[in-house]
């Protein structure tokens, strides 16, 4: 019987004893009642990466020799990657805090690389590397003319109910009006349903929050999420009904890229009592009601507010002066004020944020939950012990990771809003993306169906190909270094196995990645390119479908021999198109497997036929499950082992010379510069 585990590290060279102690496995976050019906029972353990190590395997020939290789090269490791970073050191000293061409520890990427290799599907080309950062403020007000796109129960004791438990009270004669205005409709023979009234019409008589029965809090039947560079906020109103909405809130973006849009998108959250049994009963395939009925929030539209921050440089303005913004053309509008106001790049502290929450643990710190408290926003901050860093002979993949973080703007990878350091601590601010990893997702459900796979297959094509096109190769994709966004799109993260500077027929031949996810020339050692990429695609794809990696043993070297040795097998009824989808994206040829083109061909392949990629990158399909977020505070979908801790920053007190300070100079980041390296 398979057991499917949680990736993790499996060669340990680059971990101290304390640090391995930090980087616990976790515990399932849920005991999947679905999992043990499947025919693989799943038990907690996470699948680990292999860190890189400078040698590579030789080529395998028998499992045993296969597991020897593995263990030299983690105690040869170290010497070899000490030897990597003397080397890099002149590098680092000579180039690192040039803010326009960022390029530390021999890792370089030149910030017009980032436009040069922009497509019009390339996501990238949201961006305006124009050097300042600032403070987005935005009120909102009131909105007007929203509908449902069904129809509500038509129960006047219910509505009498409801009325008066509303926010502000509605007046006493409001279910009078609806009354004849229904019984106006039934004589003119455009009522379909007497128990419903129609959802245009519904709105205009339901408050926007209501205290359901059996409850006392007020809930929102209709809101909003205002989304920038992937932190969102949700705007909840506090009165009015759900065809005219009153908000009255601020909320406020720290923008280190200007972006040129503010995304809106507005849901509605109808309990499933306000829907006649008529309507239930009819509901059959229609995805809308499916998910009324299932108590899950219903997404209505989607607005981009156009921005155009590029001219603001120095001075603040006021870009919407409660002006009434059209949601589109459906007649929906909203009320608001937009402000920017560029801030002055100053050095951010630990001290600028409150620690609310523990998230995560990774090889070298924690993740926590943080609130930025000038702009109130909430972000994930992780924190990197500098010590465990040089100890490890990690300072190269560290400094990789902030300076891939920083260039990178994709909407499925998730941002880094500022980065900054300590004597002892190295500190990344990101987006937080409270969903969840698809590894707890998959863990729970088993597998996923054919087009929940299929989407989020594509919005990590893009990712890896916004990656590529800056010569970048990801070498670690697993469901554990993915998480799903509050809506359900996908947010890559744990970028410490990347390599930088590797165009197209680029080779190397480090070692590293998730053994259930190594590529077969990988595992040979004689180089790869970035197409290794592509097969780790493949294999998720599998998983994803299947419940289980493509060759997956429970003992490594005879899943490396069935990596490369064992033919690719499907259940029966697998769908034909992602099958012949698999078969090319796992050749074992690199030269041959389906993508070794480029990433267009993978995107024309038929699993994507009915898939817009123009619509896709703008992240414009609406993703098939929403996790259940309740806002940004909300961290339900961490481990309670980690929310449970006490969030602080420990006090270290290590000591590091300055030559070592110094190759953390231009860790910095506050924007799309640099700051000097004495100021770090
Ligand atoms: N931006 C984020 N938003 C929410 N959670 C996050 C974010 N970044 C990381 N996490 C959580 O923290 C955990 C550890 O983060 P991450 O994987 O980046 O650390 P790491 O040190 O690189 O880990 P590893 O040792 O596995 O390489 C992740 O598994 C994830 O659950």
New binding site residues.
């Given amino acids: 019987m398979f057991s499917w585990k949680k990736k993790?590290?499996l060669s340990g060279s680059e971990k101290t004893a304390d640090s391995k102690t930090e980087?616990k496995q976790?515990p399932p976050k849920l005991t999947s009642n679905k999992s043990s019906d499947n025919a693989n029972s799943i038990d907690e353990h996470?699948k680990?990466?292999i860190?890189p190590s400078s040698q590579t395997v030789v080529p395998v020939t028998s499992s045993a020799g296969i597991s020897k290789n593995i263990e030299t090269n983690t105690s040869s490791n170290s010497a070899k990657q000490d030897n990597t970073l003397a080397n890099n050191e002149d590098a680092i000293n000579n180039t690192y805090d040039n803010p326009n061409d960022i390029s530390m520890a021999g890792l370089s990427i030149n910030s017009s690389n980032n436009q040069n290799t922009s497509s019009p599907a390339d996501p990238t080309s949201n961006a305006q590397q124009s050097g300042s950062s600032g403070i987005l403020t935005l009120k909102i007000y009131s909105g007007d003319g929203f509908a449902l796109p069904f129809p509500l129960v038509y129960n006047p004791q219910l509505l009498t109910r409801l009325l008066n438990s509303s926010a502000n009270k509605q007046p006493s004669n409001k279910l009078e009006e609806l009354n004849s205005l229904m019984e106006n409709l039934r004589l003119n023979n455009q009522l379909e349903d007497p128990h419903s009234i129609p959802g245009h019409i519904a709105t205009k008589f339901v408050p926007s929050t209501i205290t359901l029965p059996g409850s006392k809090n007020l809930n929102p039947l209709i809101y909003f999420t205002v989304e920038f560079d992937n932190t969102a906020a949700t705007i909840q109103p506090e009165s009015g009904t759900m065809d005219h909405p009153v908000f009255n809130k601020i909320s406020t973006f720290d923008v280190t890229r200007k972006l040129k849009h503010l995304r809106i998108d507005v849901f509605c959250r109808i309990p499933s009592i306000l829907i006649s049994q008529s309507l239930i009963n009819n509901a059959g395939n229609n995805e809308t009601l499916q998910k009324v009925i299932n108590n899950q929030d219903v997404h209505l539209l989607t607005f981009d507010l156009p921005l155009n921050l590029e001219d603001y440089t120095f001075n603040s303005v006021r870009l919407f002066n409660h002006k009434w913004v059209q949601l589109g053309e459906n007649g929906c509008r909203l009320n608001i004020t937009v402000d920017y106001k560029p801030s002055v790049n100053k050095k951010l502290t630990i001290d600028d944020f409150e620690l609310l929450k523990v998230?995560?643990?990774?090889?070298?710190?924690?993740?926590m939950?943080v609130k930025k408290k000038d702009t109130q926003k909430i972000?994930?901050l992780?924190a990197?012990r500098k010590a465990y860093i040089v100890n490890n002979s990690e300072i190269v993949h560290t400094l990789a990771?902030r300076t891939v973080l920083a260039r990178i703007d994709c909407p499925f990878i998730?941002p880094l809003k500022f980065s900054f350091q300590s004597k002892e601590k190295l500190y990344l601010v990101?987006?937080?993306?409270?969903g969840g990893?698809l590894f707890y997702h998959l863990q729970r459900e088993g597998r996923f169906s054919l087009s929940r796979s299929r989407f989020y297959t594509a919005e990590l094509l893009v990712a890896l190909e916004s990656l590529h096109a800056m010569n970048i190769v990801y070498r670690?994709l697993k469901p554990?270094?993915i998480?799903l966004d509050y809506q359900g799109h996908i947010?890559l993260?744990?970028?410490?196995?990347c390599k930088l500077d590797m165009k197209k027929d680029d080779k190397t031949a480090t070692f590293c990645g998730t053994p259930e996810y190594l590529a077969p020339e990988l595992l040979v050692g004689h180089g790869y390119t970035r197409v290794v990429d592509w097969w780790t695609l493949g294999v998720l794809l599998y998983e994803m479908l299947t419940g289980l990696p493509p060759y997956y043993d429970n003992d490594v070297p005879k899943m490396y021999k069935k990596i490369l040795q064992d033919p690719l097998r499907f259940p029966d009824g697998f769908d034909e198109d992602a099958k012949d989808l698999l078969i090319k994206l796992l050749n074992r040829d690199p030269a041959k497997r389906l993508g070794a083109n480029g990433s267009s061909e993978i995107k024309k392949h038929p699993f994507f036929s009915q898939l817009s990629w123009k619509r896709l990158v703008l992240k414009g399909y609406i993703p098939p499950y929403k996790p259940s977020v309740e806002g940004n505070l909300d961290t339900s979908n961490?481990d309670s082992e980690f929310t449970s801790e006490r969030p602080v920053d420990s006090v270290v007190n290590d000591f590091l010379s300055e030559s070592v300070q110094k190759q953390f100079g231009g860790w910095t980041y506050v924007g799309n510069e640099q700051l000097d390296s004495t100021q770090g």
């Fill in positions: 993790f590290n980087n976790k996470r680990k990466s860190q998230i995560g643990k990774g090889s070298f710190g924690k993740v939950q972000y994930a992780k990197l990771e998730v990101l987006a937080l993306i409270n990893e670690d554990e270094n998480l947010a993260c744990d970028f410490g196995l961490f």
